[in-house]
């Protein structure tokens, strides 16, 4: 009978349908599936034509994912078979608008068919992309925590922005009220340089009034006037810093702004972090600067060389300090300080220190006096402890032009006596730290500066400098002081704290103090 034979032919239709093996794998794995599925669907259909439209989101509109046979005519005209699929993703079968009621029920069963596969294929999408995503946050995080200069820093943002989530990108910073470009990005390079150009109309979109009131709203708002670009604030506690404007050739989806809005957060939070380094780094270098000398003093006979190499780790200020304090009668006090720790209260330990000796010797005090009064304020302080050398360097003595040098060591480093003819030997007798005890004891030590002799002062940053396991140590600093025996006092301390930096490939862990005296009789 017509009738049964209708119902069996119908019922193993459903049964071909669902015997359709649901694939696994990749986007081109669900469209063989739909491809199949619409040639088990073509025969049971009244019309020559079937074909699948799938719009994925991806700014690309609805594309055919699959056909079988001719078109069922103009896409505005044909029966649309929704797809069952979760937003933002939306799908139809396309048949022609005359199919009978049974052929339209076998549609919709493939429609529900196909729409769970697809719906599989977008979750697994959705997973793999949310992995791109979050392993990308993750190097933007690296690459900026690592960066705490603020030049660089913001020569850097926009080469994380681009490619991946616009073709051009320009970080606008808030300078004088209105934002100015700071560093720009192109996936063209050779285009990044019209984007500094008033001629072009990138250049003029960035100076733009429109883009500049993007900015001051501190929102994320997307510009749709050519050149199209997506304006994200860069917020860092509260304050707003500036913003990126991102540019696209389709407009960006939500994902993508989410992203953009992720990384300029973590953006901003870079940069506020370089300012503030910056800042600290400028305190450090003008509080530094106010405990050194500026010019050192020019003394009949006296040839005087310094150099200071500060840590190069973090913007600390260092305990190091020196001075020359000039005598009456053509001498002088050459003095060299460590004080423990680093920072703040280091720097004024230090400040304390140079200020209340120069103050004792300008009353008129003896040197072991001065230093008695010294530890009396340190010790009381009771938080600092420092080590101290000090050279006190006679006026020339008798025709020859020799000078007389009384060396004290309150817990420091010996000094190296340097003879014209390249004979070194360490000098004076060591004594007390200052500010451990309440009472130092620091024995002077007398010795005799020939022309041409010199007495080289340092701080423990020069021997303990380390490469590896193996530190320069005394005996690297009395070979190289050999050498350098015999030229300016500029030359040997310069030599000294160079051939001390070019032991290691490190960073300056810490701070390193040449002082060199040569009797320039």
Not at 433 to 442: E, I, K, P, Y
Request: hydrophobic residues 45%; aromatic residues 2%; proline residues 6%.
């Amino acid at each position: 009978m017509p009738g049964v034979e209708t119902q069996s032919d119908a019922l193993r239709s459903v049964e071909d349908l669902l015997a359709v093996q649901r694939p696994e794998g990749s986007g081109r794995s669900a469209r063989h599936f739909a491809q199949q599925l619409l040639r088990l669907l073509l025969p049971r259909l009244a019309t020559p034509g079937v074909s699948v439209e799938l719009d994925r989101a991806d700014g690309r509109g609805a594309i055919t994912l699959a056909a079988a046979g001719r078109p069922p005519g103009e896409p505005s005209a044909a029966l649309r078979v929704p797809l069952e699929l979760t937003a933002p993703w939306t799908g139809d079968i396309l048949i022609a608008p005359n199919e009978p009621a049974e052929t339209r029920t076998l549609c919709r069963l493939a429609a529900q068919r196909l729409g769970t596969v697809l719906e599989h294929e977008r979750l697994r999408e959705a997973d793999l992309r949310r992995r791109e995503w979050l392993t990308y946050l993750v190097e933007v995080g690296d690459l900026l925590a690592h960066s705490i200069d603020t030049a660089l820093t913001e020569a850097l943002i926009p080469r994380l922005i681009v490619p991946r989530l616009g073709d051009w990108c320009a970080l606008l910073t808030i300078s004088d009220g209105r934002p100015q470009v700071a560093a720009v990005a192109h996936i063209e390079e050779a285009a990044a340089s019209n984007m500094l150009s008033p001629h072009h109309e990138l250049g003029r979109r960035l100076t733009s009034d429109e883009l500049a009131e993007a900015v001051e709203t501190g929102a994320t708002t997307a510009l749709s006037d050519p050149p199209a670009c997506l304006v994200v604030p860069l917020l860092a506690h509260g304050r707003l810093l500036g913003a990126l404007a991102v540019g696209h050739a389709t407009t960006p989806d939500a994902e993508t702004v989410t992203i953009a809005e992720e990384v300029a957060r973590r953006a901003a939070t870079a940069l506020d972090n370089a300012h503030v380094h910056d800042e600290r780094s400028q305190i450090a270098r003008i509080l530094q600067e106010a405990l050194l000398p500026g010019d050192l003093p020019k003394l009949p006979g006296v040839d005087i060389g310094a150099r200071y190499l500060p840590t190069g780790h973090y913007a600390e200020v260092g305990g190091d300090m020196y001075d020359v304090i000039p005598l009456p009668g053509g001498g002088c006090l050459a003095v060299v300080c460590d004080v423990a720790g680093k920072g703040i209260q280091a720097a004024s330990a230090t400040g304390i220190v140079r200020e209340v000796l120069r103050a004792l010797i300008a009353d008129g005090k003896p040197v072991g006096e001065a230093l008695a009064g010294l530890n009396t304020t340190m010790h009381a302080r009771s938080d600092r402890h420092c080590t101290l050398a000090l050279a006190e360097i006679a006026p020339a003595g008798d025709h020859h032009g020799d000078r007389a040098v009384t060396v004290y060591l309150a817990g420091h480093d010996q000094p190296i006596l340097v003879r014209a003819d390249g004979a070194v030997a360490s000098a004076g007798k060591w004594g007390t730290a200052l500010g451990v005890v309440a009472r130092v004891h620091c024995p002077p030590e007398r010795l005799t500066l020939h022309p041409g002799d010199a007495l080289v002062f340092f701080t423990d940053g020069l021997t303990e400098r380390r490469s590896g396991r193996e530190f320069f140590g005394l005996n690297r600093m009395l070979d190289a002081a050999a050498q350098l025996a015999g030229n300016p006092a500029d030359v040997i301390a310069d030599g000294l704290a160079t051939m001390a930096l070019n032991f290691s490939a490190e960073p300056v862990r810490d701070d390193i103090t040449v002082v060199a005296i040569r009797n320039d009789g």
